[in-house]
């Protein structure tokens, strides 16, 4: 393992050790969706995972 | 009893200031990116290595996290972001001439890519106007995991994983950027630098993402 690897997996724990309390804060706090707002999240959702479909096919 | 009038003049004043939140944001991220672009150009020419991107990329985020929450609210914000985005703009070098020198349709094709699904979920939280907040926990808990996902990478070093965590970067990333502009909109966010911020770092983790999954299903 070099200097790079060690470098970038401190790097990520710092940002999960950064992450951690804002992820309980949303957790707790945010508003809790419907099943309709979750319907209405998955038409963009699934164009965007149409287009990259796509995109891989193009390259 | 209310006055009606008093109740349009305040909705249209938020409003207004909605749309000037707005348009700061969008103004401010095309600058940034043009300026990140620039700083990309640089990293490219300079061929600047690995580890220079991580520390490049290390500085951003440590300003980022400690610099920009007090400096955001003044004038002293806007160079802050430009220095955070002309950083990790720099941090691109290494990743873009990997790319470049194995084929540089696939550098171009994330690039247009990138900011299709950017403008097409920009325009769809602001025509629908829906309010995305129900999503803040997802997304914190979604982006958790990548990032422990990518971390046991690291050593475990397996191609599939590293496909399915830029796959999955791309959907919260995606997921993101219709949270922020929904926030932006219905009032969730009024600093147009912190939105900056957030707005430039989806679409720049979006990029990477993409650019990685194409590079790995490219014929070349």
Do not use: C
Request: charged residues 5%; without cysteine; neutral net charge.
């Amino acid at each position: 393992m070099d200097w790079l690897e060690i470098g970038s997996a401190l790097f990520l724990v710092a940002m999960m050790v950064f992450v951690f309390p804002r992820m309980r804060q949303a957790l707790k706090y945010a508003p809790k969706g419907t099943s309709q707002d979750w319907i209405g999240l998955l038409v963009p959702i699934l164009a965007v995972i149409g287009f990259v479909i796509l995109l891989i096919m193009m390259v | 009893m209310n006055n009606p009038n008093i109740s349009v003049s305040r909705t249209q004043e938020s409003l207004l200031s909605t749309n000037k939140v707005l348009k700061n944001t969008y103004m401010l991220l095309s600058m940034t990116l043009l300026f990140s672009g620039l700083t990309g150009f640089i990293g490219v020419s300079m061929q600047l290595g690995y580890g220079g991107a991580l520390i490049a990329d290390i500085v951003a985020i440590a300003m980022l996290w400690f610099v920009l929450p007090r400096t955001a609210n003044s004038a002293a914000g806007i160079p802050v972001i430009f220095a955070i985005t002309g950083l990790l703009g720099l941090g691109l070098g290494p990743i873009l001439n990997h790319y470049l020198a194995m084929n540089p349709h696939i550098v171009t094709t994330a690039l247009g890519g990138t900011g299709v699904i950017f403008l097409g979920l920009s325009g769809y939280a602001l025509t629908t106007r829906k309010d995305f907040s129900f999503m803040a926990g997802f997304l914190m808990v979604g982006f958790f995991v990548v990032l422990g996902a990518a971390l046991l990478n690291i050593f475990l070093g397996m191609p599939a994983l590293a496909l399915a965590v830029d796959a999955v970067i791309i959907l919260i990333m995606s997921g993101f950027i219709l949270f922020q502009t929904s926030a932006i909109i219905n009032g969730g966010e009024t600093n147009y630098i912190m939105a900056t911020a957030s707005l430039y770092l989806s679409i720049l983790n979006l990029f990477q993402a993409l650019l990685q999954l194409l590079g790995a299903f490219s014929d070349d």
